[in-house]
């Protein structure tokens, strides 16, 4: 059996405390923000934000939502990454930040807009799933933070079996739309969730689908762009070099006059 996330949507009161825990514990850093007219923040996820709660307001009623990667069992980001950067460790999906080149394929491919790439070294930068934490016997930093229970982490198969247990009681109170997402999408996702609205209610893709992108043609294309990051610093010194033997050229000829 393999660890997963559940989050209980009907119990997360958007107290962003989970938000908070993952910047404290992968001392990430803080992010400039202004108001939008929305209580969200910080208005994205970012390189530098890994999970974020969503805010939705239906007729009155507030809805939340956390946001991440989702650490899919079929993963787009690992199909596209032309280094093996992005590559499954158990059920989790990690960036390695010493291959990840900044191509950006796997911000593009990702169907859940975890993923993401800014300067100043551009590589992609997702939330890890506190693997640090998971693999010495602890909880994520954010389900360690989560005061209403909304957030639970365990062994993936004994999640499943609470959450249809869940979302029958939820029905019979009255969310007749209430329903898991996560236990097959994708081959199955590591964060999963119990819904009270459908999927695109709540941000969520209906039916996400594995990136189709030809592997070999993104494997060329790494290769090149690999290979031209390599050589730049080259080509750079190379360039600055013959300015300066210009330089001296010309200042010789001048002397001469």
Same mark, same amino acid.
């Given at each position: 059996?393999?660890?997963?996330?559940?989050?209980?949507?009907?119990?997360?009161?958007?107290?962003?405390?989970?938000?908070?825990?993952?910047?404290?514990?992968?001392?990430?850093?803080?992010?400039? +923000?202004?108001?939008?007219?929305?209580?969200? /923040?910080?208005?994205?996820?970012?390189?530098?934000?890994? +999970?974020?709660?969503?805010?939705?307001?239906?007729?009155?009623?507030?809805?939340?939502?956390?946001?991440?990667?989702?650490?899919?069992?079929?993963?787009?980001?690992?199909?596209?990454?032309?280094?093996?950067?992005?590559?499954?460790?158990?059920?989790?999906?990690?960036?390695?930040?010493?291959?990840?080149?900044?191509?950006?394929?796997?911000?593009?491919?990702?169907?859940?807009?975890?993923?993401?790439?800014?300067?100043?070294?551009?590589?992609?930068?997702?939330?890890?799933?506190?693997?640090?934490?998971?693999? /010495?016997?602890?909880?994520?930093?954010?389900?360690?933070?989560?005061?209403?229970?909304?957030?639970?982490?365990?062994?993936?198969?004994?999640?499943?079996?609470?959450?249809?247990?869940?979302?029958?009681?939820?029905?019979?109170?009255?969310?007749?739309?209430?329903?898991?997402?996560?236990?097959?999408?994708?081959?199955?996702?590591?964060?999963?969730?119990?819904?009270?609205?459908?999927?695109?209610?709540?941000?969520?893709?209906?039916?996400?689908?594995?990136?189709?992108?030809?592997?070999?043609?993104?494997?060329?294309?790494?290769?090149?762009?690999?290979?031209?990051?390599?050589?730049?610093?080259?080509?750079?010194?190379?360039?600055?070099?013959?300015?300066?033997?210009?330089?001296?050229?010309?200042?010789?000829?001048?002397?001469?006059?």
């Amino acid at each position: 059996m393999s660890k997963a996330m559940l989050i209980d949507t009907s119990k997360c009161i958007g107290c962003r405390a989970c938000q908070v825990a993952c910047k404290q514990w992968h001392e990430l850093p803080a992010e400039y +923000t202004e108001q939008r007219g929305t209580y969200e /923040n910080p208005p994205e996820l970012s390189a530098s934000t890994w +999970t974020r709660v969503l805010f939705f307001e239906d007729y009155g009623e507030w809805l939340f939502r956390k946001h991440q990667c989702m650490h899919c069992a079929e993963a787009s980001c690992v199909k596209v990454c032309p280094t093996g950067a992005a590559h499954k460790e158990g059920p989790f999906t990690i960036i390695d930040q010493e291959w990840c080149i900044g191509c950006g394929y796997c911000v593009e491919a990702c169907p859940f807009g975890a993923v993401h790439r800014e300067p100043p070294r551009g590589t992609a930068q997702k939330c890890v799933f506190c693997i640090d934490r998971v693999t /010495n016997g602890l909880k994520p930093a954010c389900a360690t933070a989560c005061p209403t229970g909304a957030i639970q982490f365990g062994e993936r198969g004994d999640l499943i079996a609470y959450a249809h247990r869940r979302v029958a009681e939820l029905v019979a109170g009255g969310y007749s739309q209430a329903r898991l997402y996560g236990e097959k999408e994708l081959g199955g996702l590591a964060q999963m969730y119990i819904l009270i609205k459908p999927p695109s209610e709540v941000g969520l893709p209906e039916e996400p689908r594995v990136a189709t992108t030809t592997v070999l043609a993104q494997w060329l294309g790494g290769i090149i762009t690999a290979g031209a990051i390599a050589a730049l610093p080259f080509w750079l010194l190379f360039r600055r070099r013959k300015e300066l033997l210009e330089e001296e050229k010309h200042s010789k000829v001048g002397g001469k006059k």
